[in-house]
């Protein structure tokens, strides 16, 4: 079988575990090329995982042997970027989130939608043994009703993270601590509880010199009946693992470092998973890419055989549109409902 090609779009801080699981994934994937407004930068990322470098985005997208464009820019250099792969009839798998807005994020599902191409959204974390477990072990019903959802996400980043320009602003990032770092756990979440039905939070600056928010907590309904709360910070020092603990009538669940613990009302507990860091403290990138080779292995899956990925862009659509919920009921000060007609 032919391998799967593979454009490369930004090599910024994010690249690093893409780059590694491509790398893993060389028997079946293709790197045609990598290509950055920087071309110094491109090559300097490209020579250390040895991938050809592209001088010309044009032409890279249209190379035919590219099956899919991978878009690793920051949320405000997307949209372009996807609109001219969609053209070429190319998949695209972005990295979180879609794009900055919500308008912004359905007009690119909707460009991809209109020509006929698959767009992934990378929430790695699905993909973790101990959240695929807990996955499992709720739809099968054994752990019974879902009453209580509790988010913790206690990470840090030092002042210097926020002193990049265009980092923690709507422009570039599209805001803070929301949607750059709680979305993983908060996509995560909505995976394993289903949608959220309203919120009401509070956002704020808390510890950093930013445009958006480094604090966010919130009340949440879910549409099964459940409660629930998040709380979630990049002013936590030294961080700490993100945390989802859900409370049914049979069993308890602790979600945390990918390990997941059940604690049954009978008196027996499960655990699975191992130990892994996950990127809460001060260096970002401290986790390992076995998570995004995973993604990455189901997204070229899934466009060699015409099926949607684990990861949709419906996905990446209802996660935004519950931030920019929380985001809303802090600044207006009230209760907001989720439409019940998004995904």
Not at 213 to 221: I, M, N, P, S, W
Request: net charge negative; with cysteine.
């Amino acid at each position: 079988m032919s391998r799967t090609g593979v454009a490369v779009i930004g090599c910024g801080m994010a690249a690093k575990p893409h780059a590694q699981a491509l790398a893993a994934l060389a028997d079946t994937v293709d790197v045609r090329g990598v290509y950055a407004r920087r071309e110094d930068s491109a090559r300097a990322f490209a020579d250390r995982y040895g991938f050809p470098v592209a001088r010309d985005l044009q032409a890279l997208v249209a190379d035919p042997g590219v099956d899919i464009v991978l878009v690793l820019t920051p949320p405000n250099a997307r949209e372009e970027i996807v609109s001219l792969a969609a053209r070429h009839g190319k998949a695209v798998l972005c990295e979180k989130p879609i794009e900055r807005t919500v308008a912004a994020a359905e007009r690119i599902a909707a460009t991809c939608a209109a020509a006929g191409v698959p767009l992934g959204v990378v929430f790695q974390h699905r993909f973790r043994e101990a959240s695929e477990a807990l996955a499992h072990h709720l739809a099968e019903g054994r752990m019974g009703t879902l009453r209580l959802v509790r988010v913790d996400v206690p990470w840090w980043r030092d002042q210097a993270y926020y002193d990049e320009p265009g980092r923690g602003t709507y422009a570039r990032d599209g805001g803070g601590v929301l949607i750059s770092q709680a979305i993983h756990t908060l996509d995560l979440m909505l995976s394993l509880t289903g949608p959220v039905d309203a919120v009401q939070a509070m956002v704020a600056r808390s510890v950093h010199r930013l445009e958006a928010e480094d604090f966010a907590v919130a009340g949440l309904t879910f549409a099964s009946g459940a409660v629930g709360s998040v709380v979630a910070t990049t002013g936590g020092y030294p961080g700490a693992p993100e945390t989802i603990l859900v409370d049914c009538d049979n069993a308890s669940a602790r979600l945390q470092s990918g390990v997941l613990t059940l604690a049954w009302r009978d008196g027996r507990e499960e655990v699975f998973g191992a130990t892994a860091t996950t990127g809460g403290g001060a260096d970002p990138m401290a986790f390992p890419f076995d998570w995004h080779q995973s993604l990455i292995a189901d997204f070229v899956a899934a466009v060699r055989e015409g099926r949607p990925p684990r990861v949709t862009a419906e996905d990446g659509l209802r996660v935004q549109r519950l931030i920019a919920a929380l985001e809303t009921s802090s600044r207006e000060g009230r209760r907001v409902a989720l439409s019940p007609a998004a995904p």
